[in-house]
């Protein structure tokens, strides 16, 4: 058994990936997939790697080391079950957190579930690009109370486009040299990309209270 330190498996994904594929044989799929699961399902573990390691995966498949079949199904699966339980979880906990919490107040559960009815499609599909707010994104649309049956659409065919894009990514551009020979460098520029979306949005909300 390997330990190791978050940290290290932040900015040393490359590394720590390696390792495990070397020291776990077939089980590393199942780790891949608790990670992923993780990282999707639960608010308090939105800094585990997502993008990056399903990319990293998709390098180490382009090399034959991983089987492509089996880890594009593990993540998508976790993917799906990871957002329907962080879904879930948001819904359970939704009203009481608005009830007994002092910082939550019952107006803004009100504009909650009304954003959700009217944007929960295309927050659930594109939130799932961009890291930490992957994580939140469900959470709210369960305590939004979002219908499920729509949610799990967009659920299923974020999962789906994230991984084909961060995999396919990886299997058909990480055996490139100069990417191959910096994955820990490249994984932190995909992780600074994914985050653009995300502070073009903040401008413009900045922009918005300004006027």
């Known amino acids: 058994m390997v330990a190791i330190n978050l940290l290290d498996l932040f900015f040393n ?8 594929i070397q020291n776990y044989g077939i089980w590393v799929y199942f780790i891949l997939f608790v990670i992923i699961l993780l990282e999707t399902g639960f608010i308090l573990t939105p800094i585990l790697p997502g993008g990056s390691l399903i990319f990293l995966a998709g390098t180490f498949a382009g090399t034959k080391l991983l089987n492509i079949y089996l880890v594009f199904t593990i993540f998508v699966a976790a993917a799906i079950l990871g957002d329907s339980l962080n879904y879930f979880i948001g819904k359970y906990l939704g009203e009481n957190v608005f009830a007994k ?5 019952k ?3 009100e504009k909650t579930k009304k954003f959700y ?13 961009v890291p930490i707010i992957r994580t939140f994104v469900p959470f709210v649309a369960g305590i939004g109370e979002m219908k499920y049956s729509k949610f799990l659409l967009y659920n299923i065919s974020g999962a789906i486009a994230w991984v084909v894009l961060f995999l ?21 520029l995909i992780i600074f990309i994914t985050i653009i979306p995300l502070i073009i949005q903040a401008i413009k909300n900045r922009k918005r209270r300004n006027r």
Do not use: W
């Open 13 to 20: 994904i490359d590394k720590f990936l390696s390792l495990i």
């Open 107 to 109: 107006e803004n559960l």
């Open 101 to 105: 919490s002092r910082f939550f107040k």
């Open 117 to 129: 009815k009217k944007y929960g499609g295309k927050t659930i599909f594109l939130g799932r690009f």
């Open 168 to 188: 396919g990514a990886g299997y058909f551009f990480g055996g490139i040299p100069l990417i191959k020979n910096n994955l820990g460098l490249f994984v932190i």
